[in-house]
């Protein structure tokens, strides 16, 4: 009896097996090869040879955003000469929307491809070539069959003259510079930095990892190296699971840094090449190694539902956002912290610190964090004047909401629990388990599970609303209390202005502030203040002037003089600062030695 279930089950799992065997798919084959001639001209040059595809015509596409930042970017804008050829004859070819080219070859399974890629515009999100290197971000460059994203696939790629550095977390396979992926999704989440750069190695958790070193910073070799392995072990400890066999740092030093983005087993960092020089450059570093790196759990495996898999078409869009990216915010200070970089004190000054941002954000009112993560694709990565009006940032939203529901969970379960458990409780069951993402009630049913009952008032009011969050209740369980103060008890004309060429013109205006009320727009020239010629900061000048003084203006709108008269309204700013009570009970400090990590 035993054995003829056994036989039953053996042949069920072969019909599943084979349910999912696709004999076209297995039988095409596809190799990419990138090279890049003449590097000074900004142009990637793309082949790919596809075998094995037996229809009329095959549809190649290209993305159109790259995951991990969420606006569409029109990656094809930069495609040119776009050919295809089998047998040395040219094929007919045309392109049927912004973003697939249809290839036709009624006669012929075998085909290659050529097209070139204009690469000039250096971020962690796209891709980059000049005479000094070249870096590639996959969805930005590569183009895939449109029926067969999860066909594997292998790339060459052939530096410029004289570049002898390759680093990528694709897998090495026969040949120089030559790599496997198992399918697209990989080959696009594996970017690419070629060139004469720098490579370093540490192991973390026992996995090998590479620190790929573009430009010409100055930096303790031996010091950076040991304090992003101590980033990556307290990275590790959150989940306690390693996912990785292999992990890659793509660092960019630039004179001006533009964050980082992650990947499957890799990240690319840009920051300020001077950052290793000071304290405050240093740690900030760091911080971005612990935010970037955390990503390899929370968001690339602990994911929602809408990222993965990915439709590069079109917007993929998650109410998520203030878990996947604030959350990592909030962790990635948190490791850190426990890393013993940070103090408990200056990682309350911190949090004191982007809670005064938040509050002080007109649009926190307006936009709540899960609608500010839906809106990510029109507004997030599009902001304007008005934006600090009308939303919020689901970084630093998120990062807060992540820190009350740790106090939250910690003092609901006397200490035994905290948000860690969550990010394993998820891993767990919808990565390793059920190998997809969750959905927000299941965010919310994975909190409630930890916690030991639901917080569907939190996340109402909270999340989904946009009341202030309950900072006194929350740190006060870990003994600690918000102090608030008026910023400055003066008048605040409440407007930002730029002074290039010496002239003063007004960038954004305040909800509801002085200049709001009283009529000054977004782009007047601010020439006079009443009646005398403007030549400095109008911020400065109006600085201590009482609230309720009136003040006459004398604007340049669309090249017209204009005249204004308001009065100048008290500042609405407050400052908030977390500091301990005074005789914290022993429940308390229990609370606050479990959210903080206190160094001997």
Not at 39 to 65: A, I
Not at 159 to 169: D, H, L, Y
Not at 467 to 481: C, D, N, Q, S, V
């Amino acid at each position: 009896m035993m054995f003829s279930r056994l036989r039953l089950l053996a042949a069920v799992g072969l019909v599943l097996l084979l349910s999912d065997f696709h004999p076209a798919l297995a039988a095409s084959t596809l190799r990419y090869t990138l090279a890049m001639p003449a590097p000074q001209t900004h142009y990637f040059e793309v082949d790919m040879s596809l075998g094995g595809f037996g229809k009329q015509y095959t549809d190649l596409k290209m993305p159109v955003w790259a995951p991990g930042s969420y606006l569409v970017r029109e990656f094809a804008r930069h495609v040119e000469g776009f050919q295809a050829k089998a047998g040395g004859q040219e094929l007919r070819t045309e392109k049927i929307n912004k973003n697939t080219w249809r290839v036709y070859h009624p006669k012929a399974k075998d085909f290659t491809v050529h097209y070139s890629v204009y690469a000039y515009e250096l971020s962690v999100r796209t891709s980059f070539l000049d005479a000094a290197h070249g870096y590639v971000n996959g969805t930005s460059v590569f183009m895939y069959p449109a029926d067969s994203k999860q066909l594997a696939s292998t790339l060459e790629v052939r530096p410029a003259t004289g570049w002898t550095q390759v680093s990528t977390s694709l897998k090495p396979v026969g040949g120089q510079f030559t790599f496997t992926s198992s399918n697209y999704d990989e080959l696009a989440d594996s970017p690419i930095e070629i060139g004469t750069h720098k490579v370093m190695s540490f192991e973390a958790n026992g996995t090998p990892h590479t620190v790929a070193m573009f430009g010409n910073a100055k930096y303790d070799e031996a010091k950076l190296l040991a304090d992003m392995k101590r980033v990556c072990e307290e990275a590790h400890r959150v989940v306690g699971q390693n996912p990785l066999d292999r992990y890659v740092f793509i660092v960019h030093n630039i004179e001006r840094g533009t964050g980082g983005l992650e990947h499957l087993y890799s990240t690319t960092l840009s920051t300020s090449r001077n950052a290793y020089s000071t304290e405050a450059g240093y740690k900030g570093f760091l911080g971005l190694v612990a935010h970037e790196y955390f990503h390899l759990w929370n968001v690339k495996r602990i994911r929602p539902i809408a990222l993965g898999p990915f439709d590069y078409d079109n917007e993929n869009y998650t109410h998520m956002l203030w878990v996947s990216e604030g959350g990592t915010s909030y962790f990635g200070d948190k490791i850190v912290q426990r890393a013993g970089f940070v103090s408990p004190e200056e990682y309350l000054g911190n949090t004191s610190t982007s809670i005064t941002r938040v509050e002080n954000t007109p649009g926190n009112k307006v936009q709540s964090a899960a609608e500010s993560s839906f809106d990510a694709w029109i507004k997030g990565y599009r902001p304007n004047e008005n934006s600090a009006n009308t939303g919020i940032s689901y970084y630093d939203k998120g990062e807060l909401i992540g820190a009350m529901l740790d106090l939250l969970i910690i003092n609901e379960t006397k200490g035994q629990k905290q948000l860690d458990d969550v990010m394993r409780y998820l891993y767990d069951q919808y990565y390793k388990k059920q190998g997809r993402g969750f959905t927000d009630e299941e965010y919310q049913a994975a909190v409630a599970k930890i916690a030991g009952r639901r917080f569907d008032d939190f996340f109402r009011r909270y999340v989904y609303g946009t009341e202030m969050l309950p900072y006194e209740t929350m740190l006060g369980y870990a003994g600690l209390k918000l102090t608030t103060a008026p910023l400055t008890t003066d008048a605040a004309l409440g407007a930002t202005f730029s002074t290039t060429g010496g002239k003063f013109t007004v960038t954004s205006t305040l909800r509801n502030g002085s200049a709001w009320q009283g009529g000054l727009n977004v782009n007047d020239e601010l020439l006079a203040i009443d009646g005398n010629r403007l030549t400095d900061d109008p911020n400065k000048l109006l600085a201590s002037r009482p609230a309720g003084s009136q003040v006459k203006m004398l604007v340049s709108r669309d090249g017209q003089l204009k005249e204004l008269t308001f009065p100048l309204l008290a500042s609405t700013a407050i400052r908030y600062r977390i500091e301990q009570a005074a005789s914290p009970t022993a429940e308390q400090q229990a609370v606050l030695q479990k959210w903080l990590t206190f160094k001997q």
